[in-house]
């Protein structure tokens, strides 16, 4: 009894940092046979689309049993847009999970959850990987195409050669190669009283890195919608020196304490946002303590710390690369 207590408050404590993170729209619960059940809708912002994801959380999850996962639908958002340009037409993609696409999911939804079993929800781990297999696996949107006016020929217009790539092959290319900048990791969320905390991580060698980075994570929607982007990194440069700085981003004080979290572990080449969702109610100085918190779990998840013999802190890494 005590068990199904816990894990329904954890429930309950997920789909509210959820909520938080995705927005009320984006999360709709119910209950059915007493089991929680809630339809999520994932933004792919890259992709300009839409999934929309079932999820059912049994009374032994997440102590002992995974949710269940039901693709539900996908909608490509630019095609259905109210601010598409008159005069134009949006190319259709093809957006829906093939055969071999569900065993790829559910294999990788399955390792996520057996790298840590019963000791925390996964939803939102599950929620965060899908839109990068989906970017890798998807058609990316191609540009608008005018459509021909009266004294145009159409018919014998030569067709530009792709040099035998599709056009979904070719916007891919074309997103990817926008960005090269280095990896980054995100860790799980932290929340309390509905206020989500999520620190990102890369390796970074140079300030033209961490504005890389900083970029980079600015063009998903919901970080850049967040309350609060707290920055802090630290370089060893090649003369032995240390280049560090910090961005509070409206936090007073917060970016300056997570540069000194990064100087008490001794993190070097690193580079660390803290994201906040504010929930509505002041955390008061616990805000700083879940800042920090976020930041030191996801650099020793991820393997950016490491001992005095220059081996790796790395744990469960439980959070997505990117």
């Known amino acids: 009894m005590a068990d199904t207590e816990d894990n329904r ?4 404590d997920e789909i509210l940092a959820l909520v938080a993170i995705f927005g009320d729209e984006a999360v709709k619960t119910s209950e059915i046979t007493g089991d929680s059940s809630f339809e999520l809708y994932v933004p792919l912002d890259i992709l300009e689309a839409q999934a929309d994801i079932r999820f059912h959380l049994p009374a032994t999850y997440p102590s002992e049993d995974p949710p269940v996962f039901e693709w539900l639908a996908s909608h490509d958002l630019r095609s259905q847009s109210k601010d598409k340009k008159p005069g134009y037409v949006y190319p259709e993609r093809q957006l829906s999970l093939t055969a071999g696409m569900r065993e790829d999911v559910a294999a990788e939804l ?13 939803v939102f781990s599950w929620a965060s990987w899908l839109p990068e297999y989906l970017e890798a696996h998807w058609p990316h949107p191609l540009d608008p195409i005018p459509l021909p006016s ?14 035998g790539s599709t056009a979904g092959e070719m916007a891919q290319m074309s997103t990817k190669s926008q960005y090269a900048g280095p990896e980054i990791y995100t860790g799980l969320p932290l929340e309390m009283k509905k206020s989500v905390f999520v620190a990102h991580i890369a390796s970074v060698t ?3 890195d961490v504005v890389m980075v900083r970029d980079r994570l600015l063009e998903d929607k919901r970080i850049a919608q967040a309350t ?8 060893r440069l090649e003369n032995g020196s ?15 304490r997570l540069g000194h979290l990064l100087q008490l572990l001794e993190a070097e080449d690193v580079m660390v946002v803290v994201t906040r969702w504010f929930g509505g109610t002041h955390l008061g100085p616990d805000r700083f303590k879940l800042i920090n918190n976020a930041a030191r779990q996801a650099l020793e998840d991820g393997g950016f710390l490491t001992t005095k013999d220059g081996a790796s802190k ?3 890494k439980k959070g997505k690369k990117n």
């Open 9 to 12: 408050q954890r429930q309950q």
């Open 110 to 122: 399955r390792r996520i959850w057996d790298e840590d079993l019963g000791k925390d929800v996964v």
């Open 150 to 163: 009266d004294n145009q020929a159409t018919k014998n217009s030569p067709q530009p050669d792709l040099g």
């Open 206 to 208: 140079s300030s033209e």
């Open 228 to 235: 609060h982007n707290i920055l802090a990194y630290r370089i």
């Open 242 to 256: 240390i280049c560090q700085d910090n961005d509070d981003d409206g936090e007073t004080a917060a970016g300056k």
């Open 314 to 316: 790395a744990q469960s």
